[in-house]
């Protein structure tokens, strides 16, 4: 038997069921690759998120901004929601472009694409999941387009309609009898 490499996750509080069923399905497939994650569960995990106990978390961030910057607040340098202290000088200089200049569609683009090959190049922040989503709406209603963040029932609010509905009528509960 090969020695395995030792591996200290940090993922959340004990009775998060859905990531602890994510940690035993990893600690698995790790183990077949020769790597021992360690995985307890700790209550005030949050706290510990820039602790050097770690090699490794499972942190969500649920993006309710559907802006350019939004990744600004994760992964710049000086950003207080880069809780893990990942710091790379180009990215922060193609972040600060992205936050500061009026760039072209085509220069937005590029720049984006490029920052973002420089997190996954660095496989810091990679994803695991989506969380999935169900929408239903009434048939009535018109321009319905689901978006990418967590609100995406309603990222496109404004062009909603709904025959004989006023504005954000759309968003009031009907009364129940």
């Given at each position: 038997v090969n020695p395995q490499a030792k591996v200290n996750l940090l993922w959340g509080t004990?009775?998060?069921?859905?990531?602890?069923?994510i940690v035993q399905l990893a600690k698995?497939?790790?183990a077949r690759a020769g790597f021992d994650l360690i995985a307890p569960g700790v209550t005030a995990w949050s706290t510990q998120l820039s602790s050097s106990n770690y090699d490794a978390s499972i942190f969500a961030w649920a993006r309710t901004d559907g802006s350019?910057?939004?990744n600004l607040?994760?992964?710049?340098?000086e950003s207080a929601n880069?809780?893990?202290g990942y710091s790379d000088r180009n990215l922060d200089t193609f972040l600060s472009t992205i936050q500061n200049t009026n760039l072209s569609e085509s220069s937005l683009f590029d720049t984006i694409t490029r920052a973002e090959d420089l997190i996954y190049n660095n496989s810091w922040s990679v994803p695991l999941f989506q969380t999935p989503a169900a929408f239903a709406a009434n048939s009535s209603l018109g321009n319905f387009k689901p978006g990418s963040n967590s609100l995406s029932a309603i990222c496109n609010y404004w062009e909603l309609t709904l025959p004989?509905?006023?504005?954000f009528e759309l968003f009031v509960a009907a009364p129940t009898s």
């Open positions: 004990p009775t998060n069921s859905r990531r602890q069923a698995i497939s790790l350019v910057e939004r607040e994760y992964y710049s340098t880069n809780r893990m004989g509905a006023k504005p």
